[in-house]
């Protein structure tokens, strides 16, 4: 079966959430630690062997492209600064770069079928940049080797505590001979908790066959209005033949969700806490604002009654 080379990132959204940050910035540009976010996403590609990534943008995101395009004039004005010199100059050779325009935002499922064209007939990778996978964690590569073996489509997907499970896609699944690898029965779209067919969610990270694309040409929109790429990929499970089979992987590792403002912040410190150059200075400092009560929203300086 032939190998995963291309990785589609969806990054089209107004980011309304990081309002006013993201009246001009694109939310994929926020820095996380001292990279964006969406640097972070590209990496992780990269290191999975993806090295050919294309941006389902949007206007005013062009910012995204420069940020992985040289810059001569800043390099100039960095040379005798090598090691930031060497950081400029390092985004721009992580991975061959291209962009479409999704033109109106009608849903994940619409920005996937935005790649048919650049994408073909093999099978890609799809990396939501509201999820990080630690560079620890090798999820992405394992998706691709599981893929390459069993074909179809392959989700990674997360157990969340039971009543959290209706912020997500759920999936129904049941056991294979190989540990964390499931079978994916049916896909729900934030179910109910009590309706949930089990506590495994779906987060960032796809591996799909090109077949999703004919699909996804006939999906009507479903929750919110939007056309949904997990209303695709049970309309593949129902239809055997229609792309393959679809598997889990059932992922134990490291993410971190920068979605919402208090999950950015979240991994912000846990990987700012992990930083060998940074770690050993802000935990302690970490430590000490905690003990101090500040973390608590208490005044430096109690007022005198």
Known sequence: MSSVRKAVIPAAGLGTRFLPATKAIPKELLPVVDKPAIQYIVEEAARSGLADVLFISGRGKSAIEDHFDSNADLERKLEGKADLLARVRATTGIATIHSVRQGEPLGLGHAVLCAAEHVGHEPFAVMLGDDLIDERDDLLRRMVEVQ?????????????????????GCAAIEPTDEDGVVRVTGLVEK????????????????????????????????????????????????????????????????????????????????????RSDLGEEFRAWLTEFVASGRASGAPDHPIEP
Do not use: N, W
């Open 191 to 274: 179910p109910p908790p009590e309706e949930a067919p089990s506590d495994l969610a779906l987060i960032g990270r796809y591996v799909l066959s090109p077949e999703i694309f004919d699909v996804l040409r006939t999906t009507k929109p479903g929750r919110g209005g939007e056309i949904q790429v997990t209303d695709a990929i049970a309309e593949m499970i129902d239809r055997p033949g229609a792309g393959g089979p679809v598997h889990g992987i059932v992922f134990r590792g490291r993410r971190y969700d920068t979605g919402d403002k208090a999950d950015y912040l979240k991994a912000v410190v846990q990987l700012g806490c992990d």
């Open 148 to 168: 390459a073996q069993r074909g179809g489509c392959v989700l990674a997907l997360l157990e969340v505590p039971h009543e959290s499970i209706g912020m997500y």
